[in-house]
Each structure stands twice: as structure tokens, then as C-alpha cells.
């Protein structure tokens, strides 16, 4: 039984405050209804699992630049999930997280500011249908939310919300910059701007500016709350199900309160489900929408057969190889300082870019779960490291139970297509071509020294980067589950706006696509209900 008290009915309810959703509550929250010759605010409720940062245990940690390796190693700000054994690494379970701290993934992820290739977002409306996805229709999105000092005014935002800037880059990333560039990686400025030629090698760009993580539900929601009595958050709720009519409209959601109350609260225009990847297919399905067969075998009831939910789940995987330096090395950040872009063949002003490549030196340890079994080297760490863009295996994701608190069943497939297998050889070649150069051993004499059973160390080495996506992907074709504006095919009055709609994966971290992803649902909404600005 439902209990329930106070104001219950919203003109929207968004779900999750992430990188997107976050967004499109800010977004949705400043329109208003006009209602004959006067209007109203929209009003809008933004549903969190968890609490912001500064009141979690250890939670003080994330505010201070990227802390990403300590971030995402305490259970009290990410939840932990095993992938099953994974057949293509020789059985080894892989290490997902999940955020559980308002402002989602921006809270406890590596803060890296990467759009991608327009190449990337061409693709999405040229070869999947998606209408108004392409990267000139999104560049106004963009730069709506950003603020960023460099660049050209054509592409780069300046007055945004979120703050841009480049890392302070050390002597070692530097060395290795100057290696790239004599191995056929030419300097580009800046990445994420111009007209899709992104190979190269550049200073990378963040939103951790000056040493201070920007976790967005501070930067769009907390800033605008004490103006907006129209946005309510409520944090420690856990929804659990989606309420569903006898038409399949959605007319709002069942949550879990921290006291363990069952609460439902109603949405009068729509829902907006943006838990992520993992997140919001695990509430599709909790509500018996998603394949049929599925949901039967888990005692979920069926509400709509939507066999494409959870499956086609797409990650970057990453391969590296670390090297010991002879002498100690200036202290870095908690990541990558430069970001290359590289292609396999001579074609690369034709399509997106093949892999990003990483950089780091000098860590007091091991990186947390990002590099799994490193020895800990002190002051000598060097690891030139590489994320494949677009692999061809794709995973699924299901429920094991009808219990919401179980957690999800994963099956990432990694290197089930032999495709990426050599592709992971090329760069692994590559990377030791960097590592060995002579214009990096120059600098900074370093061996390699990670033992591996195979040759290349590609089963044992293989890791995630955490870019889950496309598990709800939207296309045009009758497959997607989810329509180019953002609407779940079959049901009535939801959105789903995530990564979890990327129809394939991009040449980036995910976090600037997810943002884009969040102004576009906002975007999107606004005209279908003729909302004022």
C-alpha cells in the first residue's frame, strides 16, 4: 500500500539526477503553461536514489578536482556490479558502478569534456533515423550549457552553466605529447571544436576547474532551488516501478522512501526517465515493459513486449600496458592530462575516430578499479593506454528476479567479435611504439614490466572505462524502443533521456553527450506542448 502526504501531482517527474537529468529539470523547471492570458511555472519533481555528496560518508572527497579512482572505490557513493564471467576474457567477472549520489555519474566520474565526432552524431540521423541528432542541430545545445574560454565563438559555449577548462599539464605529459607528435599524431588545439577532424593528439579538457569537480546537480538544480518553488527534489527515493493505465499511459511512479515507505507520486504531462544505462531499463522492466519471454520467466507481469530493452548494451573498453621509469616523477593529476585521437587507416577525415588515447605517470598507487591488478609502484608508474570507440560486441542486460533489489544480471561480451580482438593488437602495438620512442625514452628511460600469459595481454588486460549506453536505444526503425523525440514506443506520456537511447556509441567519454541528451529532451517537450519560455 502506497502512503502518501503533501503535494503528490507534478506537470513532470524526472527521473534521476545525472548528467541528463539533471539538465532537463533545470531546463523544464524555467518554462511556464500559459493558461489564457496569464501562465504559471511548470511545475517539476526530480527523483534521486541517493543524497548529494556533502551529506554521504566520504563524500567530501569528490568535491576536491577529479578523485576519480578513490570515487568510484567507496561503496557509500557507487553501488558495485559484477558482470558475469565473461567468456571472451577467460571467464573474468568485470567491475560495474553506479552512482548513487545526486548528480549521478558527474559526482564520481573523471570529469573528462569530450562532445565526440560530429561524425558520431551524423551518423546517428543519417543511418538510424534519428531526426534533429545531427551534430550542426545539437552544436546550439551545446554551447547553451558550457563555458569555456578557448576555442572559436562558432562552436564553443561562453556563458553556460558549466565551466570548462584544460588541465595544468606536467613535465611527463608533456614528453609524451611531444612523442605523439613525432609519431604521426598532429596537435590540435582544440578537440572539440571544428569539423569533425579529431585526430591528434591534445590537452585534455575538464570540468574540474580550479581543482573544484562541478557535480551537476549543485551546478544546475541546487543554484536555482532557493528561485524556483515550482522544482521540488526528493532525495533517498528509489523508484521502483512505473504506473502504467489500462491505455499505457504512464501517469506517474512508485517509490521507495529512506524510511522504506512505498509512496506514488503523478505526473499530469509526462515522465522523464533518466537513470542511465542500467538504471532506467531495470525500471522498464520492473513495470513490465520489455521482452515478453523475459519478464514471464522473472514473474514480472507484462505490460508491453518491447524485446529490444536491456539488450544491444555497448561499453569503451580500454587496453594499456605500464612501463617503470628509472627515476621518480613529478606528481600528476587523478587522470589523463592529454587526450589523442587516432584511426586505423588513412581515411580518418572520412569517419570518426578509431580509439582515444590516455596518459599517466606518477600515482602514489594503483588507480582504483579503473586498472584492475597493478602493482603498486610509487613514483614510477607510466602507463600509455588506449579506449577502442566503437566495438562491435554488444552485451545485454535483465533482471534475475521480480525483486527490485536484486541487482541486474550484466553480460558485457567483450571480445566476442573477432574484430576487436585484432583491433585491440593494433593499438596495443601502437602504444608500445609510443612507449618505446625515442623521443619519449629520451626523456623519460622506462621499461615495461607487466607479466602477461599471452603475448599482447589483451584477455588478462582488458578493462571498462564505465561508458554504458544504447541498452533503450532510439532509431526510427521498428526495433528501437524509444523514437527519435525521445518517446517510449507503445507507452504514452514517457521520455527516456540518457545514455541508455544512444543508438551507437561515440568517440567520447559520455558525460557532454548525456548533457546534450538532457537539453535535447527539455528542447523537445517544450515545443510538442508548446511550453513558454
Not at 580500454?318 to 587507416?345: C, M, N, W, Y
Request: glycine content about 10%; charged content about 25%.
Amino acid at each position: 500500500m502506497a502512503e502518501n502526504s503533501g503535494n503528490n501531482t507534478f506537470d513532470f517527474i524526472v527521473v534521476g539526477s545525472g548528467a541528463s537529468g539533471c539538465i532537463a529539470a533545470n531546463r523544464l523547471s524555467s518554462f511556464s503553461i500559459a493558461e489564457g492570458a496569464s501562465k504559471r511555472p511548470v511545475s517539476v519533481l526530480l527523483l534521486e536514489r541517493g543524497k548529494p555528496a556533502a551529506e554521504t560518508e566520504g563524500g567530501d572527497v569528490v568535491s576536491h578536482g577529479t578523485a576519480f579512482s578513490v570515487a568510484i572505490g567507496n561503496p557509500n557513493l557507487v553501488d558495485h556490479l559484477f558482470t558475469e564471467p565473461e567468456a571472451g576474457l577467460n571467464g573474468r567477472k568485470m567491475i560495474n558502478f553506479a552512482s548513487k549520489v545526486a548528480g549521478g555519474g558527474t559526482a564520481v566520474n573523471a570529469q573528462m569534456y569530450v562532445r565526440g565526432s560530429p561524425f558520431d552524431y551524423d551518423k546517428w540521423e543519417s543511418e538510424h533515423g534519428c531526426s534533429g541528432w545531427s551534430y550542426n542541430a545539437l552544436l546550439p545545445l551545446f554551447k547553451s550549457f558550457e563555458s569555456f574560454d578557448g576555442g572559436s565563438d562558432e562552436y564553443r559555449g561562453r556563458t553556460g552553466e558549466i565551466k570548462v577548462g584544460r588541465v595544468t599539464v606536467t613535465d611527463a605529459h608533456r614528453v609524451y605529447i611531444d612523442a605523439a607528435r613525432a609519431n604521426g599524431f598532429p596537435w590540435v588545439d582544440d578537440y572539440n571544436s571544428g569539423d569533425g577532424k579529431r585526430d591528434g593528439v591534445s590537452i585534455l579538457q575538464t570540468t574540474a576547474v580550479d581543482d573544484k569537480r562541478q557535480i551537476l546537480y549543485d551546478t544546475a538544480i541546487a543554484s536555482v532551488l532557493a528561485q524556483r518553488p515550482n522544482l521540488q527534489v526528493r532525495f533517498n527515493a528509489t523508484v521502483q516501478r512505473l504506473l502504467i493505465d489500462a491505455d499505457k499511459l504512464v501517469t506517474g511512479v512508485e517509490y521507495i522512501d529512506a524510511e522504506g515507505a512505498v509512496r506514488q507520486v503523478f505526473a499530469q504531462r509526462e515522465v522523464v526517465l533518466s537513470a542511465g544505462a542500467f538504471g532506467s531499463v531495470k525500471i522498464l522492466m520492473l513495470s513490465g515493459v520489455g521482452d515478453a519471454e523475459h519478464l514471464k520467466e522473472v514473474g514480472v507481469p507484462v505490460v508491453l513486449d518491447s524485446p529490444q530493452v536491456g539488450r544491444n548494451l555497448r561499453d569503451h573498453p580500454h587496453i594499456f600496458t605500464a612501463f617503470r621509469a628509472k627515476e621518480i616523477l613529478q606528481p600528476t593529476v587523478d587522470l589523463t592530462e592529454v587526450i589523442g585521437f587516432g584511426s586505423f587507416d588513412e581515411t580518418f577525415d572520412k569517419h570518426a575516430p578509431d580509439y582515444q588515447l590516455y596518459f599517466f605517470a606518477r600515482r602514489d598507487q594503483a588507480p582504483g578499479f579503473f586498472f584492475e591488478a597493478i602493482p603498486e609502484l610509487k613514483n614510477h608508474l607510466v602507463i600509455f593506454g588506449a579506449v577502442l570507440n566503437h566495438p562491435k560486441s554488444t552485451g545485454r542486460v535483465s533482471l534475475r528476479s521480480s525483486n527490485p533489489s536484486d541487482p541486474l544480471k550484466v553480460v558485457e561480451n567483450y571480445l566476442a567479435e573477432k574484430d576487436d580482438y585484432e583491433a585491440f593488437q593494433k593499438i596495443l602495438r601502437l602504444l608500445r611504439k609510443l612507449a618505446t620512442s625515442k623521443e619519449f625514452q629520451e626523456k623519460i628511460p622506462c621499461e615495461e614490466f607487466i607479466p602477461r600469459d599471452d603475448p599482447l595481454g589483451i584477455e588478462k588486460g582488458l578493462g571498462t572505462t564505465f561508458h554504458y549506453c544504447s541498452t533503450a536505444k532510439m532509431g526510427a526503425d521498428a526495433a528501437s524502443p524509444v523514437a527519435p523525440n525521445l518517446a517510449f514506443k507503445g507507452l504514452q506520456g514517457l521520455r527516456v533521456a540518457d545514455a541508455s537511447v544512444m543508438p551507437t556509441q561515440l568517440s567520447a567519454n559520455l558525460q557532454v553527450s548525456c548533457f546534450v541528451i538532457g537539453a535535447k529532451v527539455a528542447d523537445i517537450i517544450r515545443e510538442e506542448h508548446g511550453l513558454v519560455v
